[in-house]
């Protein structure tokens, strides 16, 4: 049984650029929630997705997008990219809300130059 | 706004020892999760505590939650090597019908031979 996947682990992009995060959450799972964790920081709530809406979202600006597909995988896009946009982007999957526990990916890192 | 404190954010100790890290919280939650993370990786979970007065081991580790002083510990008994890693506790807090972990800064530990 696949737990959550995602893709790429690593990522280089350049100030100013795009770039697309994908997450295949754990089989069942239906809800998607995305994490930023800078360095030596603990994680940062982006956003969550069910039923391919955002439910709730953090303190995050437009640049941060996303969207949950119909067979429960998301993306999360970054437009405009800073160099504070580098850290490591987790996703989380879960089942009828939190009290399953949440399943959270490898993560994929992003260094923005 | 919902804040989750760990303490101490750094620790050092010698293999065997005993010792209790504290994290608290601002608002009212009834579910708390301890996570592990080694450096470059995701986070494990180790913890889902879910009421008042709810203790969970895991060989050399315990977690308690006491949800009215708004307070979990998480104990390690006899510490080895292999548990240096860094420690995150979340709180779940609900807005509008979702859910979101919001997380401490993490405490790292450092465990010498």
Same mark, same amino acid.
């Given at each position: 049984d696949a737990g959550v996947t995602q893709s790429p682990t690593h990522l280089i992009k350049t100030r100013g650029q795009q770039v697309t995060l994908r997450c295949s959450p754990k089989s069942g799972h239906d809800t998607v929630s995305w994490y930023q964790q800078a360095l030596g920081q603990g994680p940062h709530f982006i956003f969550q997705y069910y039923e391919e809406e955002e439910r709730q979202r953090g303190n995050f600006p437009d640049r941060f997008s996303g969207h949950q597909f119909p067979n429960y995988s998301s993306e999360l896009n970054v437009n405009a990219l800073l160099l504070g946009d580098s850290a490591l982007y987790l996703c989380a999957s879960s089942f009828g809300g939190s009290l399953w526990g949440y399943t959270f990916g490898s993560g994929t890192r992003l260094t923005v130059v | 706004e919902l804040k989750v404190e760990q303490n101490p954010l750094f620790l050092s100790m010698q293999e065997g020892k005993n010792y209790t890290i504290?994290?608290?919280?601002? #608002? #009212?939650?009834?579910?708390?999760?301890?996570?592990?993370?080694?450096?470059?990786?995701?986070?494990e979970s180790l913890f889902v505590l879910l009421s008042n007065g709810a203790v969970k081991q895991e060989g050399r580790l315990m977690a308690s939650l006491d949800t009215k002083a708004r307070l979990s510990t998480l104990h390690i008994t006899a510490a080895v090597h292999d548990l240096s890693a860094t420690y995150f506790c979340a709180v779940d807090t609900t807005q509008g019908g979702s859910e979101k972990l919001v997380f401490g800064k993490g405490m790292k530990l450092t465990v010498n031979p």
């Open positions: - | 504290y994290c608290n919280y601002s #608002t #009212t939650s009834d579910r708390l999760y301890w996570y592990r993370q080694d450096p470059g990786k995701s986070l």
